[in-house]
């Protein structure tokens, strides 16, 4: 980005409340400045008394809040950009990891959007939905080390029109890298703490190297012991960056690679009072973690199976894997131009190009995953009658209305299975994963005056393939059984069952005006086109019985295009000190063209169902009204309040739920699984509020304050159809008993994103010594579509106390050390909750418990 220049009334718009957080560090993100002013602002450094202020624009019509890089280090030395947005109204990130680093258990919500709902970039380049199972992108803290990080910019109601995504519907969430130092520098951090946590940071800055040139280099790894079992999370990661900016134009080369393995939690299962269960799941509920056996393999051999790899029946769906683990190597590297055409245009593109090679893996009971292996490893399956055949966690027992076989014929049957996955009683489920994205990304700007036009366009060809694929667990060599070593790396396949590939084309264009009608009104208006071209195959098929009743998995391809998106937003501001903001927007989420789970078309489980959802189906889509007033002032004596109030309103169209379509497994709990329908749930309204505030005493001492409400319901029931495709009924139904197919989902909640939020910080600056406490409530959320299970609220705090030595003592600078507790009384409860659908069940994990970290930094 070109270095801009800001004017005195910019900066005081950038100081707003909802933006504000910690002296002003947390500020309102303007999306960009549009007209920079001959008055030159003081730099963010030369202005201590306000705080690092990132400013973005100052003349958006949209609510958005940033948050900086030395604020993001606050929360916790290298944690996640998504973690670290938690503390900004209107947000939901929950994870059972303190770091924010682990995808399986990371969940987020903003203003009702689940998180594949919602845009995410990294300098402007597209890191897809975030779907834990990988396809179209990569996790912001895969892209870019935490320390790296300049800052994170939430637009909580509707994204800019140039957001290069295909799932914004929602908000967006655009994280930035830090550009070169000018000067030559190396900075280093050492953190250790709970759980044999290490992590260290390295990096090294060129400085001006003449000719406008300057460079970085930068490394990290990280080691942390999961908190309820014997599995260490770790990984490297480095980055690279080069920067040319003379008069003519800024050439940016980026360059990020990522290796992590990362050990699961794991999710206790809760059934709804329908099924036997309660209305509430009970904290301190037991199991309050289902922690993996690894390494104790023997343990887990003698102790847990049986001799024919069954679990125990009391466990029912809360019994234990061995072990399970996310194993991710990224490559991302991107080259910018911003070409300085004239002093009214300049011409902005981006080539960029992301490979990912991953696996998810987990090790757990053969008897748990008897119906997938069975068709593939007992040679008398196909003579086998349907009654025969093995049910989940009956591996070698004989089913009751079984006449063709024997106790000890099924025995047999069932210790031949053990033999054939290695002797062990376990078997390795993987899905393994292949991304190739490469884009262009390109956007013209021009200056006519009180007319600011930018238009543009993103391209992009994705070629994903997805694996799932079983190992044997061989019983005399347990060590090639690990969280760490890929299967495939040491072992050929026992079975692939299937195998998909997805060609993805992705066309956005968007052209926008800004308009400045007079001194104090600023209209901006304009519209964007999004265009999906996808086709899906699968070179291998499962076999029948091993995935439901599904013979074969849909081929073909889905085009969806929509070009005309539009949006318009004005802003007014009174005075210098208040200003009121409207923007109205409607979004499209492309279908999801992952081709080894139910989020899309093509896991739906037969070519009918596709099929008819081709022909008959329609992509989500959202309109999102919103207006809010900010204010800020000073009240003398230092003294200053910033405040913003937001109001948005959401119709939310075709909403789309996966609905598993055999029993193949509970989410959260195991190694199965089986197809979906993708049903169309009909219409969301979603009302809400964000109110937020700073109250500022000079340099000594902030507050900041953030209350959420929002409202989402479902405006119909749903009944799901033989096609897959679903249908939403015209009105509700009462009561909650479910007749003829129809879920009475109609007027009922959101399940997963609670009502009320509020989000607290404090901070008190002593000189050296800086002491800064969080507080993040949570209020209850519904664990299913039908509201009839719930989860309490919590409220959790943490605690940071940092002491900085003065730069002018030691020959380092910014030589600092930093405590950071997380939980600080322990509190327990749920974390991320994994929504039931229309089944009997839903899955919970926990809270992590207290933990603390100690860091040491320096700068020279």
Not at 521 to 549: I, N
Not at 582 to 590: H, P, T
């Amino acid at each position: 980005m070109m270095a801009t220049r800001f004017s005195a009334r910019t900066v005081r718009w950038a100081l707003l409340a909802g933006s504000a957080l910690s002296l002003g560090t947390m500020t309102q993100a303007m999306a960009r400045d549009e007209a920079a002013a001959p008055e030159a602002a003081p730099a963010p450094d030369a202005t201590p008394d306000m705080g690092s202020i990132i400013v973005t624009g100052a003349k958006t019509t949209r609510s958005a809040t940033a948050i900086v890089s030395s604020e993001i280090q606050k929360i916790l030395p290298g944690v996640a950009p998504l973690k670290a947005i938690q503390t900004l109204p209107g947000v939901l990130y929950i994870t059972a990891d303190p770091w924010g680093n682990n995808e399986q258990n990371a969940q987020i919500f903003v203003h009702g959007f689940a998180g594949n709902q919602l845009g995410y970039t990294m300098d402007g380049l597209p890191l897809g939905d975030q779907s834990y199972g990988n396809y179209n992108g990569l996790s912001p803290q895969r892209a870019v080390i935490s320390e790296n990080v300049a800052r994170v910019v939430v637009a909580t109601g509707a994204g800019d029109l140039a957001t290069p995504s295909n799932s914004n519907l929602g908000g967006t969430v655009e994280t930035f890298s830090s550009d070169p130092e000018q000067a030559f520098g190396v900075r280093a951090a050492q953190t250790v703490g709970s759980y044999d946590a290490s992590r260290t940071y390295l990096r090294i800055d060129s400085g001006d190297i003449g000719g406008g040139n300057a460079a970085y280099i930068s490394g990290v790894r990280q080691r942390a012991r999961a908190w309820d079992f014997n599995g260490i999370q770790k990984g490297w990661q480095a980055n690279a960056k080069f920067v040319h900016d003379d008069s003519t134009g800024k050439l940016t080369l980026y360059f990020d690679y990522n290796d992590m393995t990362q050990p699961n939690e794991d999710a206790t299962v809760f059934f709804k009072p329908s099924a036997g269960g309660t209305a509430t799941a009970v904290q301190l509920f037991t199991p309050y973690t289902k922690p993996f056996f690894y390494p104790d393999f023997d343990g887990y051999r003698s102790s847990y199976l049986t001799a024919l790899g069954n679990s125990p029946a009391a466990e029912g769906s809360n019994y234990r894997n061995y072990y399970s683990d996310a194993q991710r190597t990224d490559y991302l590297a991107y080259a910018r131009y911003d070409a300085h055409l004239s002093d009214k245009i300049t011409w902005s593109t981006t080539g960029y190009y992301h490979h990912n090679d991953g696996a998810g893996v987990v090790a757990g009971p053969l008897g748990q995953s008897i119906t997938t292996a069975q068709p593939y490893l007992d040679p008398n399956y196909a003579r086998l009658p349907t009654n025969c055949r093995f049910t989940a966690n009956n591996n070698g027992v004989r089913p009751a209305a079984c006449t063709a076989l024997t106790d000890a014929q099924a025995a047999a049957a069932g210790a031949a299975l053990v033999a054939a996955t290695g002797g062990s009683g376990l078997i390795t489920r993987t899905t393994e994963y292949r991304i190739d994205r490469e884009g262009v990304i390109s956007s013209v700007s021009v200056d006519a005056g009180p007319h600011k036009i930018e238009f543009g366009g993103w391209f992009e060809h994705n070629s994903t393939t997805q694996w799932r694929r079983w190992y044997a667990v061989p019983v005399g060599n347990p060590a090639i059984s690990t969280p760490y070593i890929r299967p495939r790396d040491v072992l050929e396949p026992l079975f692939t069952q299937y195998q998909g590939e997805a060609r993805i084309n992705q066309l956005q264009l968007h052209i926008q005006d800004t308009w400045q009608v007079t001194d104090r009104l600023l209209v901006q208006g304009g519209f964007k086109t999004s265009a999906q071209w996808a086709s899906g195959r699968y070179p291998v098929q499962p076999r029948l019985g091993s995935l439901g009743g599904t013979t074969a998995l849909p081929e073909g391809k889905i085009d969806t295009k929509n070009w005309f998106l539009p949006a318009l937003g004005a802003t007014y501001d009174f005075n210098g000190h208040e200003q009121v903001y409207a923007n109205v927007q409607k979004n499209l989420r492309q279908y999801q063209a992952y081709l080894a789970g139910g989020g899309g078309p093509w896991f739906t489980g037969s070519q009918a169902a596709f099929d008819a959802f081709a022909d008959q189906g329609k992509p989500e889509t959202s309109w999102t009204y919103e207006a809010g007033l900010r204010t800020n002032r000073s009240l003398g004596n230092g003294v200053t309040l910033q405040g913003q109030i937001n109001y948005y309103h959401v119709d939310f169209s075709n909403r789309l739920l996966a609905i598993p379509t055999n029993p193949g497994g509970i989410a959260g709990s195991g190694i199965t699984g089986g197809t979906s329908t993708l049903v169309n749930v009909g219409d969301v309204k979603t009302d809400g509020v964000d109110a937020a505030f700073t109250l500022r005493l000079g340099n000594v001492a902030s507050f900041y304050n953030a209350v959420s409400y929002n409202l989402s319901k479902y405006r119909n029931d749903y009944t799901s159809t033989a096609q897959g495709i679903g249908a939403a009924t015209d009105s509700c139904i009462g009561g909650y008993i479910v007749t003829g197919g129809v879920v009475p989902t109609c007027g009922k909640q959101l399940p997963g994103t609670p009502k009320w939020m509020n989000k607290t910080v404090a901070t008190l600056n002593l000189g050296p010594v800086e002491v800064q406490a969080i507080g993040d409530y949570v209020g209850r959320r519904f664990a299913t579509f039908t509201n009839d299970a719930s989860v309490s609220s919590y409220f959790l705090t943490s605690l940071r106390v940092a002491a900085r030595v003065p730069d002018n003592i030691l020959p380092l600078q910014k030589v600092e050390l930093a405590l950071n507790v997380t939980n600080l009384t322990d509190k327990k409860g749920v974390s991320t909750l994994s929504i039931g659908s229309a089944t009997n069940s839903y899955s919970a994990y926990p809270i992590p418990p207290r933990q603390w970290f100690l860091t040491l930094s320096a700068a020279y």
